[in-house]
């Protein structure tokens, strides 16, 4: 299964995106679902996530306040909306599915994975 980020591209600090995840195919209206991000030379870190039904949300503490995650499940899509994007916000952005119905931080929590979208913030 094989999700589909997009969205992504080149936005000066202080701009604002949004990201889509979609699944061709497959519908995931039962599971969480999460956004993680790469930046070059670190780490995937966990971005946000949404439960099954949208009624629980996360998000790392560097984006809260930010970035607002939401989902369609009509349309099996899920929505990072990103504002105030700073530099360090540069990176490869994931969506991910939950095994489970509820929000989780952790990549271990998550079965299937999209190929990213880059988003990279000029200062």
């Known amino acids: 299964v094989q999700l589909q980020a997009s969205g992504g591209g080149l936005v000066q600090a202080g701009g604002s995106l949004r990201l889509s995840c979609a699944a061709p195919g497959r519908t995931f209206s039962n599971n969480g679902m999460g956004w993680f991000r790469q930046a070059p030379g670190k780490e995937r870190e966990f971005v946000a996530s949404i439960s099954w039904r949208g009624q629980a949300t996360k998000y790392a503490d560097s984006m809260k306040g930010r970035f607002t995650i939401s989902r369609d499940n009509a349309k099996n899509t899920v929505y990072l909306q990103m504002n105030s994007l700073k530099p360090e916000d540069t990176a490869v952005y994931y969506c991910?599915?939950?095994?489970?119905?509820?929000?989780?931080?952790?990549?271990?929590?998550?079965?299937?994975w999209g190929r990213g979208t880059l988003v990279t913030v000029s200062s």
């Open positions: 991910a599915a939950a095994r489970g119905a509820w929000a989780d931080s952790s990549r271990g929590a998550y079965e299937y």
